[in-house]
């Protein structure tokens, strides 16, 4: 096996066991519906058994200390579709995930995506990426700047 691989895969068994720690509603081990592993990540989906309401989803991510809220945007105005989250691991704990949250057509939150990362250069450059990626279509309800995100970093 490759050691990229290994990585990924302790990083994933890492994730599995301390989320439900810190946020057991959304991140319990019966909620973890499909692993993929990549060459630089693996992909965790979670499926809620009762959707919650975004700020509900907003309000655990931002009650862990772990976890840096990276922005929360809506993609089309006045419309309960099209919320979306993200947070990051703070690089100083020693783990590397990012969680991707968006609201169904009922506005709730059903699935959570969380990307682990095999080093900090990658995960660093994903999260600015989407940053990027996310200005193209409807706007930011709250952003961390590029400044901030690279402090959390170097």
Do not use: W
Not at 59 to 81: G, P, S, T, V
Not at 97 to 116: H, P, R, S
């Amino acid at each position: 096996m490759h050691r990229y691989n290994m990585l990924i895969e302790d990083g994933i068994e890492l994730f599995k066991i301390s989320a439900p720690l810190m946020v057991p509603e959304v991140f319990a081990m019966s909620n973890l519906q499909d692993v993929e592993i990549h060459e630089d990540e693996g992909i965790l989906m979670y499926e809620l058994p009762r959707p919650i309401e975004f700020e509900d989803m907003l309000n655990y991510l931002e009650d862990q200390m772990e976890f840096i809220l990276l922005y929360y945007h809506r993609a089309l105005e006045d419309m309960k579709f099209g919320l979306s989250c993200c947070a990051y691991s703070n690089p100083k704990y020693g783990h590397m995930f990012k969680i991707n949250v968006a609201t169904n057509v009922d506005g709730l939150c059903e699935q959570v995506y969380v990307t682990i990362y095999d080093s900090l250069d990658d995960m660093y450059g994903e999260i600015l990426k989407e940053l990027h990626n996310k200005r193209t279509i409807g706007k930011y309800l709250y952003e961390k700047s590029e400044a901030s995100v690279m402090g959390d970093f170097f």
